[in-house]
């Protein structure tokens, strides 16, 4: 799906900060962070609509995520766990009525 | 609170053979979507098929379903089975408000020759 990209792919941290970013080319107005851990279902993070986060779920304060513009979506991790290895899906829909999700490719995070 | 039952964690059936996944649901929403994504492996979930209507069958890609209120069950089914439809299918459940997309827990299927 290139239609909503995600960087980077691959991503190993020690205690590092970083970020992760995201950018849908669907001219969709609701965007979502989902972690998927291994051999669990994805769970919503963060759920944006027109640039105002709407949902955010129980995510360790160290997980913050901005929204810089309705297309682009960033998660700034800061002092990763062990717990937050895991792929960090981007999904978009056109509005927050969750009619469809488009995932984008997903960051795998792999913490030292 | 609301939730996704997927009875099945993994289904292995050889290649020409029915497939049948389960997926009951409770929610306080009268007027729920349901939904089937696929994840094939290392891939991100892509929908299958969704549905809002009560009793009426919804199909894509030789998968059908239908959503029965009644019995809150959105199984999904295929009358043959192909290698490619080897993947992880989870049900998910929303309403039109907002809220969380809730997925079960997902059911493998490994379809051999």
């Known amino acids: 799906?290139?239609?909503?990209?995600?960087?980077?792919?691959?991503?190993?941290?020690?205690?590092?900060?970083?970020?992760?970013?995201?950018?849908?080319?669907?001219?969709?107005?609701?965007?979502?962070?989902?972690?998927?851990?291994?051999?669990?279902?994805?769970?919503?993070?963060?759920?944006?609509?027109?640039?105002?986060?709407?949902?955010?779920?129980?995510?360790?304060?160290?997980?913050?995520?901005?929204?810089?513009?309705?297309?682009?979506?960033?998660?700034?991790?800061?002092?990763?766990?062990?717990e937050d290895s895991a792929v960090y899906f981007c999904a978009s829909s056109p509005t927050i009525?969750?009619?469809?999700?488009?995932?984008?490719?997903?960051?795998?995070l792999s913490v030292l | 609170g609301d939730s996704v039952t997927q009875t099945e964690g993994l289904v292995t059936l050889t290649e020409g053979l029915p497939v049948m996944l389960n997926c009951t649901y409770q929610t306080i929403y009268s007027n729920p979507f349901l939904f089937w994504y696929v994840q094939h492996l290392n891939e991100s979930p892509r929908l299958l098929l969704k549905s809002f209507t009560d009793n009426k069958r919804t199909e894509h890609q030789g998968f059908h379903a239908t959503l029965h209120k009644s019995s809150s069950s959105f199984h999904l089914q295929k009358s043959s089975a192909q290698l490619s439809d080897s993947a992880l299918y989870y049900c998910a459940l929303s309403d039109q408000g907002g809220r969380a997309l809730i997925f079960g827990t997902g059911t493998t299927v490994s379809v051999s020759p």
């Open chain 1, 1 to 82: 799906n290139t239609k909503i990209t995600q960087s980077p792919r691959y991503l190993i941290l020690g205690r590092a900060n970083k970020s992760l970013e995201c950018e849908q080319h669907l001219g969709h107005n609701a965007m979502y962070w989902y972690k998927q851990s291994a051999e669990k279902p994805p769970e919503l993070m963060f759920l944006y609509n027109l640039k105002q986060l709407i949902r955010n779920e129980t995510v360790p304060s160290r997980f913050i995520p901005e929204c810089p513009d309705s297309s682009k979506l960033l998660l700034h991790i800061s002092a990763v766990d062990p």
């Open chain 1, 97 to 108: 009525s969750n009619e469809r999700l488009f995932f984008g490719h997903g960051t795998k």
